[in-house]
């Protein structure tokens, strides 16, 4: 039971222009969201979070957008930056708990 | 400053055999995780400590698995009877899990692979 799904294995921005990763999940018990990017042979490194009572959260370049109503969460990355090509995992954890659930990855590449 | 460090980076291994991997979390982190990541998969939770209470173990897939945390920091998991399957990375983390939000800071990982 895939509970954080993210259905794009990969997407292919050009330099500049606006990423959007999308990321869907089941279980309305979740209320707390994060991101996490990841490069070749490392771990995993912590973007950006949302709390279930907000519907936007914003760093920098980054923005993170969350719909309770239709269990959705993205992640807008803008201008994109050849940097930025990486794998973005969603990961969502519910009240109380503290293990993280994540989805499978999108594979970001941005094009110069 | 030291982030977590996990080792072996790489481990090959013979089916049937037993495996275990380091984890060293950040210093002053009470919170440690064991997440795997299969091939083309996302990061799979496998047992969580917290301090002296009783792990989580909710997320180990069976019996032959088992982890535990020295002193309150370094961590080792144990994979016995090893199996074609078991073949990923596997990632620790730590945090400070002062309350919620808290973020989990994550080692390389150990690439497992089982012949």
Redesign the interface.
Known sequence: DQQVKQNSPSLSVQEGRISILNCDYTNSMFDYFLWYKKYPAEGPTFLISISSIKDKNEDGRFTVFLNKSAKHLSLHIVPSQPGDSAVYFCAARTQGAQKLVFGQGTRLTINP | GAG?SQSPSNKVTEKGKDVELRCDPISGHT?L?W?RQSL??????LI?F?GNSAP?K??LPSDRFSAERTGGSVSTLTIQRTQQEDSAVY?C?S?E?RG??E???????TRLLVL
């Open positions: 977590v919170a995780y997440y083309g998969q996302g990061l799979e939770f969580y917290q989580d909710s997320g990632l983390a945090s899990n919620r939000g973020t989990q800071y994550f080692g390389p990982g």
